[in-house]
C-alpha cells in the first residue's frame, strides 16, 4: 500500500497540481474549468478521429455519442462563465477543503480507476472494424477523461495570486 501510495498516487497528485497551477497562471482562469475544458478537448480530438476513419452511419451515430458526452461539460464551463471570474481566498479555501476530503475519502477508487484505465485498452478487440473503432475510441476516452478527473478533483488548488498578473509582474527583476 505505501509502494503504491508513494510511487504512484502521489506523484499522479502532484502531476495534477502542477496542471491546475500551470492552467490558472498561463490562463487566469479558475481551477475548476480545467477538467471540462480537458473533458471537451479530448471529444473534439475523437471527433477528428472519428471523421477520419468512420463513414455514414457509424460516422452519426459516434458523432452523436461524442457530442452527448460533451453537453455536461459544456453546460458546466457555460454555467461558470455566468459567474464572476474571482479566484481568492475564499474559493481557495473551498477547493483546498474539497480536494483534501477527496484525497482522503477516495483513494481506493482512484487507484481502481487508474488500474481499468490502463488495462482498458488492451479489451478493445472485435472481428467487426467499426465496432472496433467504437470500443477503442470509448476505451481512449476513459483513460484520458476519468483518471484526470479524480485526480484533479483530489489535486491541491494553486494559490489565489499565481494567476494575477499585477502580482506576478510586481515581483519580477530584469
Known amino acids: 500500500m505505501e509502494w503504491i501510495n508513494r510511487y ?29 475544458t480537458w473533458h471537451v478537448a479530448v471529444l473534439s480530438l475523437l471527433l477528428i478521429a472519428a471523421e477520419h476513419f468512420l463513414r455514414g452511419s457509424e460516422l452519426m451515430l459516434s458523432a452523436s455519442a461524442l457530442i452527448m458526452l460533451a453537453v ?60 472496433a473503432c467504437f470500443v477503442f475510441g470509448a476505451s481512449i476516452w476513459f483513460v484520458l477523461t476519468a483518471p484526470v478527473k479524480f485526480y484533479l478533483q483530489a489535486a491541491e488548488p494553486p494559490e489565489p495570486n499565481e494567476g494575477d498578473r499585477s502580482f506576478r509582474h510586481g515581483f519580477e527583476f530584469g
Open 72 to 131: 455536461p461539460s459544456v453546460w458546466k464551463l457555460l454555467f461558470s462563465m455566468r459567474k464572476t471570474d474571482t479566484y481568492g481566498r475564499r474559493e481557495y479555501a473551498l477547493l483546498r477543503t474539497y480536494a483534501f476530503a477527496k484525497r482522503e475519502a477516495e483513494w481506493s477508487v482512484r487507484m481502481t480507476v487508474l488500474f481499468l484505465s490502463a488495462s482498458l485498452p488492451f479489451f478493445a478487440g472485435s472481428a467487426d472494424t467499426t465496432v
Open 8 to 36: 504512484i498516487d502521489q506523484p499522479l497528485l502532484d502531476g495534477a497540481a502542477t496542471g491546475l497551477r500551470t492552467w490558472h497562471i498561463v490562463s487566469g482562469q479558475p481551477p475548476e474549468r480545467l477538467e471540462p
